[in-house]
């Protein structure tokens, strides 16, 4: 049985820079070449980041990424990495627009490419079949189909290659990889992370092993775009299903691994499948390599290591030098204080606290201990003097006095960010931004979101991970327990809580899971139990709040549905109820 050494590099690009993604795929190619791989692989779109989104409609920036392709291929040669056979993601372009059936939009000029570098040359490019065009998608618009199966013959083996969602749907070229008789699929992904998508994943890529009867090599992306978060979690399964080697989430890694696949035949291949045979070295007996197969976190520690990593990658990849945020001694504030400390580190984090004539001295004294805690650069800004003369010279009162405080907070920590080149946080959560429960131009203001696809409940589980976390570790634990245990209020008027004009989080959140998430209408929630009038009162408040929602910051995406990408809804609205 041929044994091939195959290496898949999750690195970690950024959109539009090919020179320094090519670097980080050269850097992958010299640490596989020296491990003795016969093939890297590197994920969907690695050459360009991903998504691309309109980039793709740009024949400029489509011609340079061509031109980067040839470039790596003869980069690879030039340092003697020639024999490596190496798979990188890229689009394609620009071709003339054209219709293919129904299967993309008439004036798409690029392709989802994968080609294979060899010897200096690109040998062979297979082009991306399966556009999706759901959730945080947009393929169908912006790409023009392939329609062939590649295989590539290497050792006495024959390697089918293809591109992340066709590997998620029926037919089409994964249905061709059995008739084909390929002993190896492997896949390229750019696969954001959800909550509990492992769930799917990996049973899907254990599926199509046995369905195929092939070995399957899936390589992922990592690191933060905008509002997405790649995990990498790249895996290596044997043609019952089992796992034969897995990369850690959420980090640059290298996976090597041994496969035997089963020989090639000389089967006629069937319609819409071109085989490319390339030669590769003998190489002497190969030391075994040590078993590579990475734990996966539970599910409280993936949240927070995506949600740190999108953040991250949002600061550095923007050049942002550090981060500003109110600090207000609540739980909201307090998560997002201790996610950009271990983002970026406590000396990068700038927190403000903007006591007003209702801020309790316990709220006042747990911002404080908070900063103490994590060790960032703390100010206290009082604001009672700056909110008076607006509030008496406008006769302010009740809503508008309350807003016109956030406002003045908004103010304060936006001239910080102007002055000192701070990224400004915010600090809602998923279940305020659900319904509106925050100040436009006041406590929304800012450039960054962390925990905007965080419901209000799961903030709470997070805060007392993290400091369970920090404890059995043996550090300080970063959130005053105070933060965590004290009713929740905005404190913009005397004995305020959020419970005055909001059911219990608790409730809310199952209500939102269901009217948000799940899509179901108001019949359905009374059927389930729901009062009528909360009903009636919290799916209002969504509908009411999409357009604070369109003008709000972007955040980590790590729900199945989030708003932006997932959620779009008209402004303009008015529901039969």
Not at 472 to 489: L, N, V
Not at 547 to 573: E, N
Request: glycine fraction near 8%.
């Amino acid at each position: 049985m041929p044994r091939l050494r195959l290496a898949l590099a999750q690195t970690d690009p950024v959109v539009g820079d090919l020179a320094g993604n090519a670097e980080q795929i050269l850097a992958a190619a010299r640490d596989a070449a020296a491990q003795g791989a016969d093939v890297l692989a590197a994920g969907e779109m690695a050459l360009s980041g991903y998504p691309i989104e309109d980039l793709a409609a740009q024949p400029g920036f489509l011609r340079a990424s061509g031109e980067a392709v040839v470039r790596l291929a003869a980069r690879l040669a030039e340092e003697g990495l020639g024999d490596l056979v190496v798979v990188v993601g890229h689009p394609d372009g620009p071709h003339s627009p054209r219709l293919l059936g129904t299967s993309n939009a008439p004036t798409a000029i690029a392709q989802n490419c994968a080609s294979v570098l060899h010897r200096g040359q690109v040998v062979a490019r297979y082009a991306k079949h399966h556009l999706p065009n759901y959730s945080v998608f947009d393929e169908y618009r912006v790409f023009i189909p392939g329609d062939e199966l590649l295989v590539l013959r290497l050792k006495g083996v024959d390697v089918a290659l293809i591109v992340c969602e066709d590997l998620w749907r029926d037919g089409g070229p994964v249905g061709r990889v059995l008739s084909a008789d390929a002993g190896l699929l492997l896949v390229i992904n750019a696969s954001p992370f959800e909550r509990d998508k492992d769930e799917v994943r990996l049973p899907l890529v254990t599926r199509r092993a046995v369905e195929t009867d092939t070995i399957v090599a899936y390589v992922n992306i990592v690191g933060g775009q905008d509002d997405l978060v790649f995990d990498g979690d790249s895996v290596v399964v044997d043609e019952a299903g089992e796992i034969l080697a897995r990369a850690p989430q959420f980090r640059e890694h290298l996976l090597v691994v041994d496969v035997d696949p089963e020989a090639a035949t000389d089967a006629a291949l069937p319609d819409a499948v071109r085989r490319v045979a390339l030669d590769l070295p003998v190489v002497d007996e190969r030391p075994e390599l040590a078993r590579d197969v990475a734990e996966l976190p539970d599910d409280r520690e993936q949240i927070w290591n995506a949600l740190v990593l999108g953040l991250r990658a949002y600061v550095e990849k923007n050049g942002f030098p550090s981060v500003v945020l109110g600090l207000s001694g609540g739980i909201d504030s307090s998560v997002v204080a201790a996610l950009a400390a271990d983002a970026i580190g406590a000396d990068r984090v700038y927190g403000i606290s903007m006591p007003s004539r209702y801020s309790s001295d316990g709220s006042k004294d747990d911002a404080a201990e908070l900063a103490e805690r994590i060790g960032l650069h703390y100010s206290v800004e009082p604001i009672a003097d700056l909110v008076t003369p607006i509030e008496e010279q406008l006769h302010l009162e009740g809503v508008a006095a309350e807003n016109l405080q956030a406002r003045i907070r908004g103010m304060i920590w936006m001239a910080a960010s102007n002055s000192h080149g701070h990224l400004a946080l915010t600090n809602g959560n998923k279940t305020e931004v659900s319904v509106g429960y925050s100040t436009i131009y006041g406590d929304a203001a800012g450039g960054f979101a962390p925990i905007k696809d965080v419901p209000k409940t799961l903030v709470w589980e997070l805060a007392r991970w993290r400091n369970a976390f920090a404890e059995s570790r043996g550090e300080t634990a970063p959130i005053p327990i105070a933060s965590i245990e004290k009713p929740p209020s905005a404190e913009l008027r005397p004995d305020q809580v959020d419970q005055d004009t909001l059911p219990p989080y608790e409730l809310l959140d199952e209500m939102l899971e269901r009217y948000v998430t799940q899509r179901q209408g108001r019949e359905e929630l009374v059927e389930a139990g729901y009062d009528p009038e909360t009903v009636d009162f919290v799916t209002k408040l969504v509908d009411r709040s999409e357009w604070k929602r369109r003008q709000g910051a972007i955040g980590p995406k790590i729900s199945g549905m989030a708003f932006g990408r997932d959620r779009r809804l008209p402004i303009t609205y008015r529901p039969t109820r």
